[in-house]
């Protein structure tokens, strides 16, 4: 059994439409230096850094970490698409687990172009190339963006399978904009009705303008440390990982012919699986929630495969508040990716930060009465997910 990890401090910048934001340097600094005020140490006391980013020359990491300090410590750059940071965390997380490092920092920071996602290398493989394939053979190209079209796809296919209305869809995006409402360093923070979210233009049905995540800049940092560095630290309050894990593709992804296992499914549903048994509860022990809500589609279908509600539940589930305060579980009270943005990079690091300031009650106006223990879903397509667990004693 390895060492248990804590988190002991989280940091985070508001996050900016692109063209508007700080260098990402500059805000991952900021980040990293209030997570490190908010664990009360000093950045000599790191050992280890891990940088998360998509988009970014070779060693933008060390060029992040420079601005906290020249001490000479391995720094580890780290891309996994919308997983990123939480492949960062997950690193760190194991760097201190196997008794490698005592305290470790992670940034996670984008600086985005405006537009939808793209390659940037047109003379090699594309790393989708398998999903872009699937997509192909069952519904065939479209001018939307390729990532709109493959989760507007898997909700499509959600749609024809439980016929489920596409004003559900638009209520997720309706709740996104009321939580972010309440998160000042959120992106959006207007508030849209289901009849507003619908009458945005359709990027791919049943999505619309305001069922898609925008491209956005931002950072976010956490400090890791063990039970020993806490202790002779002095840390209040720390809050322990109390299980994480991350899955790839599975067969199922490609053989089924399925959009919804494409988009990963299958991926969310066994990494939580994973992350339940090695944690000891069930998803009915969870008080708070951040997922992936890339798209509106993506979030109603992880309900599904992180169990908060049956296979073809979704919809129910929804309307009937559950995903809400005064409802069975709070999902994503930052305002997820919809509405606080979507910074690649950052997003698995300032899920963390959410919950860890949730656990602490630290939340303010977003705060979920009584938290004890948090969920974490983060999920890049090529693929990766990433589910943890986190708990405060």
């Avoid at 972010?180 to 999505?207: C, G, K």
């Avoid at 491209?215 to 322990?240: N, R």
């Avoid at 296992?261 to 944690?279: H, P, R, S, W």
């Avoid at 698995?348 to 630290?362: H, I, K, N, P, T």
């Amino acid at each position: 059994m390895g060492k248990r990890v804590n988190v002991i401090g989280v940091g985070m910048v508001k996050f900016a439409k692109p063209g508007k934001s700080e260098d990402y340097n500059v805000m991952a600094a900021k980040a990293g230096r209030a997570a490190l005020a908010d664990a009360g140490i000093d950045y000599a006391d790191v050992q280890q850094a891990y940088a998360g980013y998509v988009y970014g020359d070779s060693t933008c990491g060390q060029r992040a970490a420079y601005d906290l300090g020249l001490t000479g410590i391995p720094v580890f750059n780290v891309n996994n698409n919308c997983s990123t940071g939480s492949t960062a965390l997950m690193l760190a997380r194991q760097a201190i687990e196997g008794g490698i490092a005592e305290c470790v920092i992670v940034l996670g920071f984008e600086q985005m172009e405006k537009g939808a996602l793209g390659s940037k290398f047109n003379d090699r493989t594309n790393p989708l190339e398998l999903h872009a394939n699937l997509m192909n053979d069952v519904q065939g190209f479209a001018q939307a963006p390729p990532a709109a079209q493959m989760f507007g796809g898997a909700g499509r296919e959600y749609r024809w399978k439980h016929g489920t209305r596409r004003e559900t869809f638009a209520k997720i995006s309706e709740k996104a904009r009321k939580h972010a409402a309440r998160n000042p360093l959120a992106l959006f923070t207007e508030q849209l009705s289901v009849e507003e979210i619908l009458a945005s233009p359709e990027i791919f049905d049943p999505l619309t303008r305001y069922q898609c995540c925008p491209p956005t800049c931002g950072a976010a940092a956490a400090v890791l440390a063990s039970d020993e560095f806490v202790k002779k630290h002095g840390i209040q309050s720390p809050i322990y990982i109390a299980a994480q894990a991350m899955t790839t593709d599975y067969a199922s992804s490609f053989e089924e012919g399925s959009m919804i296992k494409m988009v990963g499914y299958d991926m969310t549903k066994n990494g939580a699986k994973q992350v339940y048994e090695a944690a000891g509860i069930g998803p009915e022990d969870v008080d708070v929630v951040e997922l992936h809500d890339c798209f509106t589609a993506n979030e109603l279908l992880t309900y599904e495969a992180l169990g908060l509600c049956p296979e073809g539940g979704a919809e129910q589930f929804i309307w009937d508040g559950d995903n809400t305060y005064g409802g069975k579980y709070v999902t994503n009270p930052s305002g997820g990716l919809l509405s606080k943005g979507h910074p690649l990079g950052a997003t698995g690091v300032a899920q963390c930060a959410e919950l860890v300031w949730q656990l602490r009650g630290q939340a303010d106006k977003r705060q979920v009465e009584g938290a004890k223990t948090a969920l974490q879903h983060n999920l890049g397509l090529g693929g990766a997910c990433v589910v943890t667990m986190y708990r405060r004693d």
